[in-house]
């Protein structure tokens, strides 16, 4: 069965800081992975996502990840931290059992932005 | 844009009480879902349709029931409401296709007292 671990349920980075936020996953056969953000009282939106091709994926807002299949890893990087990058962030990967294409997701790592 | 509505973003209901979450995208998406979010548990499968008339079971459907009977809708009933239901709520749809991604709705918060 699929699974993804997010490690730290919460992060604080300073403003200007790397901001790092990160995501493993099991899974048996090629994964599609997903990284969404939850801003308060809002429902989660897409930041960017994995299928095939370039393991490197830009997303909005200055995000990116790498798809590393070797450490089953998909983190979520930007290089500096803004105050509006406060939010929840959820991994996701997906569970695709004849063709339905349901998501697993992580328990959220909440981000911190401190001026 | 994709449009994930839901009907109402505060609930407060009554132990015992039938409540309907209604949920209705407007891009033609077959796959329909229905997550519940608690603190620390991240978001957890209730329900999912991938088709009109077609439901299954996510990982906690126990005392939930769903509707679809038409492709734009999609409702989650809870039969008799109790306190430990209460959470935020939150609808997806997504095209039958590999790696598309969901697009969300904003979120019920239901409160059951």
């Known amino acids: 069965a699929q699974s993804v671990t997010q490690l730290g349920s919460h992060v604080s980075v300073s403003e200007g800081a790397l901001v790092l936020l990160r995501c493993n996953y099991s899974s048996s056969v090629p994964p599609y992975l997903f990284w969404y953000v939850q801003y308060p009282n809002q429902g989660l939106q897409l930041l960017l996502k994995y299928t095939t091709g370039a393991t490197l994926v830009k997303g909005i807002n200055g995000f990116e990840a790498e798809f590393k299949k070797s450490e089953t890893s998909f983190h979520l990087t930007k290089p500096s931290a803004h105050m509006s990058d406060a939010a929840e962030y959820f991994c996701a990967v997906s569970d695709r059992p004849l063709g339905t294409y349901k998501y697993i997701f992580g328990t959220g790592t909440r981000l911190k932005v401190l001026a | 844009d994709v449009k994930v509505t839901q009907s109402s973003r505060y609930l407060v209901k009554r132990t015992g009480e039938k409540v309907f979450l209604e949920c209705v995208q407007d891009?033609?998406?077959?796959?329909m879902f229905w997550y519940r979010q608690d603190p620390g548990l991240g978001l957890r499968l209730i329900y999912f349709?991938?088709?009109?008339?077609?439901?299954e079971k996510g990982d906690i459907p126990e005392g939930y029931s769903v509707s679809r009977e038409k492709k734009e809708r999609f409702s989650l009933i809870l039969e008799s409401a109790s306190t430990n239901q209460t959470s935020m709520y939150l609808c997806?749809?997504?095209?039958?296709?590999?790696?598309?991604?969901?697009?969300f709705g904003s979120g019920t918060r239901l409160t059951v007292v």
């Open positions: 891009m033609d998406h077959e796959n």
């Open positions: 997806a749809s997504s095209f039958d296709r590999a790696g598309y991604g969901y697009t």
């Open positions: 349709s991938y088709d009109v008339k077609m439901k």
